[in-house]
């Protein structure tokens, strides 16, 4: 009885999609004894846009920008409950525990720029008592209305002396439906009870129930409601909540009206999603709205990282809008004690080597073949370093010593280790990034080649639009679908800056009392204060110690790029910003009002300006041009990454690892439940 070989699969990139796709494949049933998995990635290290470093010195983490997981991302985090369970289970790799690499942050700030002045909105989420990632919500888009009417009758009941804050202005009866009347003296309380009223009536119905006569009677209800909204007097106390309550009734009835509830969010993705809003009657109080506007900063939502063009598709806006507020267990952000790397990429790198899946580090893809089959027939790389003989394969990592020198921990450094390497000397010399996709060809690299049925069967595209259009131009001439997603992929590039002082985070003022902000003025739009991580590092100069740690991200104009050294275009634009910026919403880094040198002991600046870190976007008219994981027009490739359609389709983790999902399920048929790719449910 011949035995039968085993489907060899490659995947090509070594990002959380890369990594959550071979997860998934490695646990599904008899797994050994159907595949063999590879990983190829460029450089020396995994992770992507989520890798970090740690200089061997200083112990200082490198990161590419601010990484904070949402309590939503029920996939990332469905994962990461069994990847530590497993990685716990071997005391050498030095493993964290899950509930101390992830921990909650309920409270945050979001700025917002009024005509004349900048403000702080502060914003505290209460624990639900759930777990993210655990037991994760099914519920339809006729659900979430119906919750979302129901939490607005609740919270507008919740305010306090509105007849000392709110004033009506008498508007004419024929701005009204004649029908419905409601009297001059109108006050919140009233609209909670109409909220309410639109929720029980949402509430009774089901998709066979919802007629055009339905749907006309509840959308009746709420243009009253938005109309009087819109006759507050401005400005009010409450004028925030107005705000959002404004944007949200219009949700409501922008959702009822398009029949998203019935035909799905994509239906709305070719507009954008003021243009979407502007149409279901939202009033300029909910657009300059801080809860709208965060929306663009937190996303990264403009095209080419310019400010005067904010773009981000209704659909998935609304989506994942939505699914932020009435999906999250336990908090809304959880940041990590440590890198990105090292608590998030190390344990799937730890877990799945010994499961047997293998890594293959310095393999930059240059070109991916097609035949007359439409196969996946041959990938080309640049093979960049290879180890010295007598070492065997790359050892990655190395151990370090935190908190005092109690705990041993290990990580990625931020450069490769020189001393494996052949010509080693020689690629450390040249100072070539060798995780730059468009960088010069290092000293000594060569040419490999991977064929189909003696290197592989299945091919995985685990790397962004944003580069791999560089080596794909082959499927683009057999496929006119693969053309046209690659023609409207759309990303730009970011920008971060990490900033040790030796001003205590409490005396910095401005955000610091919730220590996480979005909203402010671009391109460091972004700011976290990262203070409990300096127990891992050691930064001092002759100035004193670091007593805090700040991060900062935010989009970056591609046209500002130019052909400089971006190096000293990321450290010259995080010192223009700081003078700039620093005496208005950071007065403790300032001397005399203006922003000084004299308070910082390091900063580390990074400008993401090379395609395949670029941040993904998601324009309107884009979501329809990608292609699903199993839907490629190559019988061998499938792909995973948060630029495929996964019905989240933002540029985020949580679409990384559900699409890495899809994609192992596609070979393996496995997970067979995948939170959030149906909006029904």
């Not at 009347?181 to 009536?201: C, G, H, P, R, Y």
């Not at 004690?337 to 499961?355: H, I």
């Not at 792909?639 to 949580?654: C, F, I, Q, R, Y």
Request: proline share 4%; net charge negative; with cysteine.
């Amino acid at each position: 009885m011949v035995e039968s070989r085993k489907t060899r699969i490659a995947i090509l990139g070594g990002g959380p999609a890369a990594l959550a796709a071979a997860w998934e494949i490695t646990e599904s049933p008899n797994w050994k004894d159907r595949f063999e998995v590879d990983v190829y990635t460029m450089g020396w290290r995994l992770g992507g846009k989520c890798a970090s470093g740690r200089n061997q010195k200083t112990l200082k983490n490198f990161e590419h920008g601010l990484h904070i997981l949402c309590g939503f991302y029920h996939n990332t985090f469905g994962q990461l409950h069994d990847v530590y369970d497993e990685w716990n289970e071997y005391s050498s790799d030095c493993p964290l525990k899950f509930d101390d690499a992830f921990f909650p942050k309920r409270e945050f700030s979001l700025m917002q720029k009024d005509p004349w002045w900048w403000r702080e909105v502060r914003i505290k989420f209460p624990d639900n008592g759930k777990c993210p990632g655990k037991d994760p919500p099914e519920t339809t888009i006729l659900e979430i209305l119906t919750q979302l009417t129901r939490w607005l009758g609740v919270e507008v009941a919740k305010l306090e002396n509105l007849g000392e804050h709110i004033s009506l202005s008498r508007s004419k009866a024929s701005e009204e439906p004649e029908n419905i009347q409601f009297s001059d003296s109108l006050m919140l309380e009233e609209i909670a009870k109409t909220m309410n009223l639109v929720a029980d009536k949402l509430e009774g119905l089901s998709a066979r129930s919802m007629s055009d006569e339905v749907i006309g009677e509840i959308i009746e209800i709420l243009d009253v409601l938005n109309h009087r909204i819109r006759r507050l007097d401005w400005p009010v106390k409450n004028a925030d909540l107005l705000g959002l309550l404004n944007l949200l009734v219009t949700i409501v009835r922008g959702a009822l009206k398009d029949r998203v509830w019935d035909q799905g969010y994509d239906t709305i993705n070719d507009l954008e999603l003021r243009e979407w809003l502007v149409k279901h009657k939202a009033s300029e109080r909910a657009l300059r709205s801080v809860f709208y506007n965060a929306l663009y900063h937190y996303s990264f939502g403009y095209i080419d990282g310019d400010a005067e063009k904010p773009n981000i598709a209704a659909g998935t806006g609304l989506r994942n809008f939505l699914r932020m507020m009435f999906h999250v267990h336990g908090s809304i952000f959880y940041q990590m004690n440590g890198g990105m790397g090292e608590v998030f990429v190390l344990p799937y790198y730890d877990v799945l080597r010994r499961r047997g899946v293998d890594f293959h580090f310095f393999h930059k893809v240059t070109d991916v073949v097609p035949n007359e089959n439409h196969e996946i027939s041959e990938i080309r790389f640049q093979l960049q370093a290879v180890t010295k003989d007598r070492i065997g394969k790359y050892d990655p990592t190395f151990k370090f010593l935190t908190d005092g020198g109690s705990v041993s921990r290990r990580c990625w450094p931020d450069r490769p280790f020189f001393e494996q390497l052949k010509q080693g000397d020689d690629l450390n010399e040249s100072g070539i990034d060798l995780e730059d996709a468009l960088g010069e060809d290092p000293p000594g690299s060569t040419n490999k080649s991977l064929v189909k049925g003696n290197d592989f069967d299945i091919c995985v595209l685990a790397i962004p639009t944003s580069i791999s259009k560089e080596f794909t131009e082959k499927l683009s001439v057999d496929s006119p679908r693969w053309r046209n997603m690659m023609d409207k992929e759309s990303s730009t590039p970011t920008i971060s800056a990490q900033l040790w002082s030796k001003v205590p985070a409490e005396k910095i003022r401005g955000f610091t009392r919730n220590g996480l902000v979005t909203g402010g003025r671009l391109p460091l739009d972004t700011w976290a204060d990262m203070s409990f991580l300096l127990a891992q590092e050691s930064v001092s100069n002759k100035n004193g110690e670091a007593e805090s740690l700040s991060y900062f991200v935010g989009a970056f104009p591609k046209d500002e790029l130019g052909n400089g050294n971006n190096a000293d275009l990321a450290t010259k634009s995080t010192e223009t910003w700081l003078k700039r910026n620093a005496p208005r919403f950071m007065p403790g880094f300032c001397k005399g009002g203006k922003f000084s040198v004299h308070h910082v002991l390091d900063m580390h600046s990074t400008l993401n300006s090379d395609p395949a870190k670029y941040y993904v976007n998601t324009p309107s008219g884009t979501v329809r041009h990608r292609i699903r994981s199993d839907n490629t027009d190559f019988t061998n490739l499938f792909l995973a990454g948060d630029w495929t359609k996964n019905n989240s389709d933002m540029g985020a983790v949580e679409s990384a690892v559900m699409s890495g999902r899809q994609c192992a399920r596609a070979i393996s048929g496995y997970p067979s439940f995948i939170y959030g790719e149906t909006d029904f449910g």
